[in-house]
C-alpha cells in the first residue's frame, strides 16, 4: 500500500497569527487613548505612563530570571499589562504608585499564577484593586484637564454619587475627555479608535464589549435618580473607565470565556456589576471591581457553556 493516512495532533487549522502579533496591535490599539491622556492632562501623564511600563518590563525580567525561565518581554505582555495599569492612574499621582502597581500586577497578578495564560484575574486591574485599597486618597485625587496646574477635581461620576451638579459638562466633552479621571478612559474617541483596530483584525469581537455597555446603558436607565426609566444612560456610558474596561480588559483572552454564549454571560455580568455599584455602591465607579469579580467566574462560565464534542449526542 503506497498511500498511507497520515493523522497530525491538533490543531489542524493555522493561522499566521502569534501571541506576540496579537500583543502588539493590542498596544497598537491602545496608543490613541494613551496620546490623548498626554494631549489632555500634560507631562504628569506621560511620566505615569513610562514609569508603569518600565517598572513592568524589569519586574517580569527579574522574575522570569530568577526563576530560571525564558525572559519573554518581546511577546508584548508586560508592555500592555504597564500600559493599563498606567491608564487607570489620575494623571497626577507619586513617581511610586505606577512602579508599586506594576510590579503587584506583574508579579502577583500575573508570574504568582505561572506566567502568560495561566492568571485568572486581569493583572493591570488587579494592580489597579491593590493601589486603590493601599492608598485610596492618591487613587482618587484627580486634575481637571482644564488647566495643567494641577488643581483637583472631582470626576463626573463622583459628582452623580455626591448629588453635586455637573455644571458644564456635556456630552461632547465626555466623549472628547474634557473631564478629570485617568489617563486613559477620559478620551472616547480616542477609545473608539483604538478599538476599531481590534475589531478589524478580527481579535476581539462583539460579544463581550457590547452587552457590557449596553447592560450598563439599559439598567442605569431604569433604576434613575428620579425614578424608574429616568436615568442618564448616555451618560453612564461615556463617564468612567467603562469604555476603557469593556474593550481592552474585559475582552482579555486568559481571564474571559472562550464561547460566544459565555462571552455574553460575561458582559451582562460586568454590566450589571458595574451599574449596581455606581448606584448603590460606596465607590463611584465599579469597573475594575465587575471584571475581576466575573474573571473568578469566567472557569463555571466555562464549564456550563461549552460546546458539544464533534460525533456526540
Sequence with gaps: MKEKLIVSFSPHLHKKESTSRIMWIVALGLIPAGGAGVFIFGYSALRVILLG????????????????????????SALITGLLLAYNLPPE????????????????????FGGLGQNIFNPA????????ASWPKYMTTFTSPLNYDAVTSATPLAFLKEGR????????????????GCIGEVCILALLLGA??????GYISWHIPLTYIATVGLFTYIFGANGLFSGDWLFHILSGGLCLGAFFMATDYVTSP??????????????????VIRLWGGYPEGVSYAILMMNAATPLIDRFTKSRVYGRA
Design 53 to 76: 511600563v518600565i517598572s513592568a518590563l524589569l519586574t517580569e525580567a527579574a522574575i522570569q530570571l530568577l526563576a530560571k525561565k525564558k525572559v519573554t518581554l518581546l511577546d508584548g
Design 93 to 112: 499621582v507619586p513617581f511610586w504608585i505606577p512602579i508599586v502597581g506594576s510590579f503587584f500586577s506583574i508579579a502577583i497578578g500575573k508570574q504568582a
Design 125 to 132: 486591574l488587579t494592580g489597579r484593586v491593590f493601589l486603590m
Design 165 to 180: 451638579a455637573l455644571g458644564h459638562i456635556s456630552y461632547l466633552d465626555l466623549f472628547l475627555g474634557k473631564r478629570a
Design 196 to 201: 476599531a483596530i481590534l475589531f478589524i483584525k
Design 258 to 275: 472562550l464561547t460566544r454564549k459565555g462571552q455574553v454571560i460575561f458582559g451582562v455580568g460586568c454590566g450589571l456589576l458595574t451599574a
